[in-house]
């Protein structure tokens, strides 16, 4: 069984600059590794001794992000048969668990009143029925399309002509260390209706997440890691002796409003004589980017210089780093 030369496995630092003064990378004589950083304090710290380095790569905070997950529901006047309830499902995924038997299922529906005609009145009035049906378990907003752009529910007037539902995913909450904002896993199923006893579809569902403007970052997902791995080092940096204890804020360096750029090295710890072991570590450091409507991928340019300077590893930097340069 492998012996680690400290007890963890997994050491994540923030730096704040690529100045002298708040990062440097030096080798010693025997070309192992080492990382010189500043804590929220201001206090020098020094990482682990990196050596016999296995793997190495950066990662840019763009291919980190995500798009919210969304649908847009569509018929037409051809689609409508008098006496049918079209009915949409919201099916839910993984909603308590991580199985796929954890499912969990919305639904909205609206009565055809003529056949060939109206579906502007029965789209509007499904739209109605579905915000009320998912707004109190908040995982989802649905919105209408008048006159090709999107408006609340509540705001839908008389005149107002509806000819899409917009079906969309609410970032969830988030508390650092306590509540992860996980990506809401839906799909929206338009189940068929009946025609002349024939089964007919009487909408389109589109998958329109590629063409959403917001962007969400990284900084939450890094910040919730630097609180978990700082954990390792020490209790005082998850609370403990509560109510007597130094407040998260004041002892994290990351900001979960920006995006973070990421540098990985996978290395081991190999004892002497018969203690040849590996024991495998990563060490990541997480570098300010910008946000994600103004990336700034300089400081994670001039760390990975730095790194690349001393000669124990070359580390290839991202495309996503020189985008906004060209």
């Not at 996980?182 to 329109?208: H, L, M, N």
């Not at 890691?225 to 954990?231: K, P, V």
């Not at 390792?232 to 007597?244: F, Q, S, T």
């Not at 760390?303 to 991202?318: C, D, F, H, K």
């Amino acid at each position: 069984m492998a012996t680690f030369s400290v007890n963890k496995v997994k050491h994540l630092y923030v730096v704040p600059s690529a100045n002298a003064s708040d990062f440097k990378a030096y080798t010693d004589q025997e070309k192992t590794l080492y990382f010189g950083m500043k804590d929220a304090k201001g206090n020098a710290v020094r990482s682990d001794q990196i050596t016999n380095i296995l793997r190495a790569s950066a990662t840019a905070a763009e291919s980190m992000q995500r798009k919210l997950k969304t649908y847009k529901i569509t018929a037409t006047d051809a689609d409508m048969v008098k006496g049918q309830v079209g009915v949409v499902r919201l099916s839910y995924k993984h909603f308590v668990g991580i199985s796929d038997e954890d499912s969990y299922f919305e639904y909205g529906s609206a009565l055809m009143k003529k056949t060939g005609d109206d579906v502007e009145v029965f789209l509007k009035e499904l739209a109605k029925n579905l915000y009320d049906n998912t707004r109190k378990q908040g995982m989802v907003d649905v919105k209408a399309i008048v006159n090709s752009n999107e408006k609340d529910i509540k705001s839908l007037g008389d005149a107002d002509v509806v000819t899409a539902i917009i079906v969309r995913e609410i970032e969830q909450a988030w508390v650092r260390g306590v509540r992860a904002s996980e990506p809401v896993d839906f799909t929206v199923v338009t189940p068929f209706i009946t025609d002349g006893g024939v089964d007919a579809a009487w909408a389109t569902v589109t998958d329109e997440t590629a063409n959403q403007t917001t962007v969400l970052g990284n900084g939450k997902k890094v910040a919730d890691m630097e609180y978990f791995h700082l954990g390792d080092r020490a209790d005082i940096y998850r609370m403990m002796g509560w109510p007597n204890h130094w407040p998260s804020e004041d002892l994290l360096l990351v900001d979960p409003t920006k995006q973070y750029d990421l540098i990985d090295i996978h290395y081991a710890y190999i004892g002497a004589s018969e203690d040849t072991n590996k024991g495998e570590k990563d060490i990541t450091l997480a570098i300010p980017a910008g946000t994600v409507d103004a990336p700034d991928h300089s400081v994670a340019s001039a760390v990975l210089t730095a790194i690349n300077a001393t000669g124990a590893v070359t580390i290839t930097e991202p495309d996503e780093w020189n985008a906004e340069e060209e």
